[in-house]
């Protein structure tokens, strides 16, 4: 059974950077089967595509996100990361890290998620 | 920033059929496969239709995708109260560099 962890500070000040790692376990990023996501859901909202990136270190990113946006995987680890700087309220949401066969094919499973809170 | 439109509600009996939209452009479900989600409160989305019309191990029957042109739809038939939950659509959008495009979602109602 595949399961996806979030983990990271759930409250982060405006202008900082958001950090989120997400460990995987029951399946070897370095398989080269899947890509890895993140997604993100602000309270009462619908859900938007952050990154994906794949075992080698290809990344894909939400053009309007890119120019913050940082994803990384860390294979000795089995996780992969993000990093989104500069932060305002506007970032606060639930953070979710998912796993997806290919660029175009579903996200599953999904990890539980991980609130995040942009406050002073 | 979604650029996928869903019914923002739909709602049925038990039993009963219920359909939902989700309307796009050629550069996503035009030229992409769909994927559904189903999400309950407080809890992670989960993968119901992938592919226009698959089903991933679990999801039963009565759940079925199809996509047309710019369009897909996701058919529930004989509608549980357990069924009560948001939907998403999703597609890859071919567009700029490529992104991940959701839909709007859709609160189904089991009346």
């Given at each position: 059974q595949v399961l996806l962890q979030e983990s990271g500070p759930g409250l982060v000040k405006p202008s900082e950077t958001l950090s989120l790692t997400c460990g995987v376990s029951g399946?070897?990023?370095?398989?080269?089967?899947y890509y890895w996501g993140w997604i993100r859901q602000p309270p009462g909202k619908g859900l938007e595509w952050i990154a994906t990136i794949y075992y080698s270190g290809s990344t894909y990113y939400n053009p309007s996100l890119k120019s913050r946006l940082t994803i990384s995987v860390d294979t000795s680890n089995n996780e992969f990361s993000l990093r989104l700087s500069?932060?305002?309220?506007?970032?606060t949401a639930v953070y979710y890290c998912a796993r997806q066969r290919g660029l175009r094919r579903g996200l599953d499973p999904w990890g539980q998620g991980a609130l995040v809170t942009v406050s002073s | 920033q979604s650029v996928l439109t869903q019914p923002p509600s739909a709602s049925g009996t038990p039993g009963q059929r219920v359909t939902i939209s989700c309307s796009g452009r050629g550069s996503n479900i035009g030229s992409n496969t769909v994927n559904w989600y189903q999400q309950f409160p407080g809890a992670a989305p989960k993968l119901?239709?992938?592919?226009?019309n698959e089903r991933p191990s679990?999801?039963?029957?009565?759940f079925s995708g199809s996509r047309s042109g710019t369009s897909a739809s996701l058919a529930i038939s004989?509608?549980?109260?357990?069924?009560e939950a948001d939907y998403y659509c999703a597609a890859w959008d071919d567009s700029l560099n490529g992104l991940y495009v959701f839909g709007t979602g859709t609160k189904v109602t089991v009346l």
């Open positions: 399946d070897s990023i370095i398989s080269g089967t500069s932060v305002t309220a506007a970032d | 119901l239709i992938y592919s226009d679990g999801v039963p029957d009565r004989g509608l549980q109260s357990d069924d």
